[in-house]
T-cell receptor, first 114, second 113 residues
């Protein structure tokens, strides 16, 4: 039984470039969450999906951030025109359904913006 | 506004000792309080969780104590081991919400042999 996987594990990019981060949730999990973990900080909620829809995008820090989910499975978080303050570990989690207690986290993608 | 406050930021404990990490929350709608353990380079993993209908939950060496009136909860690690060295996050969520977790800022625990 595979857990949540994320790719790439590390991404170094230049300021102003666009990046895409991918999350493969646990098979059968309908809820998917994106969090951001900055150095020395807790996890900051970004967005969640129930199926393919994202009812609440208010956690996204700016309009440069967007996310989509297709087929109720894979999700992509896109950051346009990256800034240095976007440098962080981006974590994805999934659960059986929205509001189900346990969220299973992936290993994260470490993004470094130079 | 930080909804979940966690302390201490770091903790050093001798092997065999008791590690205690505290969290306080503000939103009385929260009804689920998990603790996550994170090792370097890994994602957080659920350690133990509690709902406000009980005041204590124990799983092996890990115990959550919950004080609803004070809006506080804590993690106790008994007989701490070097393998427990990790960062611990408390969190909270509301069943009526979308389920996203509100995390504390974490406690880095080091257990010295």
């Amino acid at each position: 039984g595979a857990g949540v996987s994320q790719s790439p594990s590390n991404k170094v990019t230049e300021k102003g470039k666009d990046v895409e981060l991918r999350c493969d949730p646990i098979s059968g999990h309908t809820a998917l969450y994106w969090y951001r973990q900055s150095l020395g900080q807790g996890l900051e909620f970004l967005i969640y999906f129930q199926g393919n829809s994202a009812p609440d995008k208010s956690g996204l820090p700016s309009d440069r951030f967007s996310a989509e989910r297709t087929g109720g499975s894979v999700s992509t978080l896109t950051i346009q025109r990256t800034q240095q303050e976007d440098s962080a570990v981006y974590l994805c989690a999934s659960s059986l359904w929205t509001g189900e207690d346990e969220q299973f986290f992936g290993p994260g993608t470490r993004l470094t913006v130079l | 506004q930080q909804q979940v406050k966690q302390s201490p930021q770091s903790l050093i404990v001798q092997k065999g000792g008791i590690s205690i990490i505290n969290c306080a929350y503000e939103n009385t709608a929260f009804d689920y309080f998990p603790w996550y353990q994170q090792f370097p380079g890994k994602g957080p993993a659920l350690l133990i969780a509690i709902r406000p209908d009980v005041s204590e939950k124990k799983e092996g060496r890990f115990t959550i104590s919950f004080n609803k009136s004070a809006k506080q909860f804590s993690l106790h690690i008994m007989d701490s081991q070097p393998g427990d060295s990790a960062t611990y996050f408390c969190a909270a969520s509301s069943r009526g919400s979308q389920g996203n977790l509100i995390f504390g800022k974490g406690t880095k625990l080091s257990v010295k042999p």
